[in-house]
Nanobody, 114 residues
Framework: VQLVESGGGSVQAGGSLRLSCQFSESIDPFWTLRWFRQRPGELRDVVAAISHDNIIEYADFAKGRFTISRDNDNKKLNLQMDSLKPEDPGVYYC?????????WGQGTQVTVSS
């Protein structure tokens, strides 16, 4: 299974970006799908997660600003990011868990200028 992120870029603080993760196979069977971010010098943190039965969880910093969604028909995982802050930049990765195996995308860079 291949995962390819897109949608990263550079925005001003307060702006929005929509990240997408294209899966090479159906996302229906995946137990959980997640977005992570990795800021410079830090470990990867979970941003948001959506389960097979559409239970959604957000990191505290993402609540009220970010929205995760899954598009099963188009095999995509999305992350709408609004009200971006100067502390949000990093590399954003999509992730999937299927039958005990984990899958990662290559990451997409997000930059926020103040």
């Amino acid at each position: 299974v291949q995962l390819v992120e897109s949608g990263g870029g550079s925005v001003q603080a307060g702006g929005s970006l929509r990240l997408s993760c294209q899966f090479s196979e159906s996302i229906d069977p995946f137990w959980t799908l997640r977005w992570f971010r990795q800021r410079p010098g830090e470990l990867r943190d979970v941003v948001a997660a959506i389960s097979h039965d559409n239970i959604i969880e957000y990191a505290d910093f993402a609540k009220g600003r970010f929205t995760i969604s899954r598009d099963n028909d188009n095999k995509k995982l999305n992350l709408q990011m609004d009200s971006l802050k100067p502390e949000d930049p990093g590399v954003y990765y999509c992730y999937g868990l299927l039958d005990g195996s984990t899958y990662w995308g290559q990451g997409t860079q997000v930059t926020v200028s103040s």
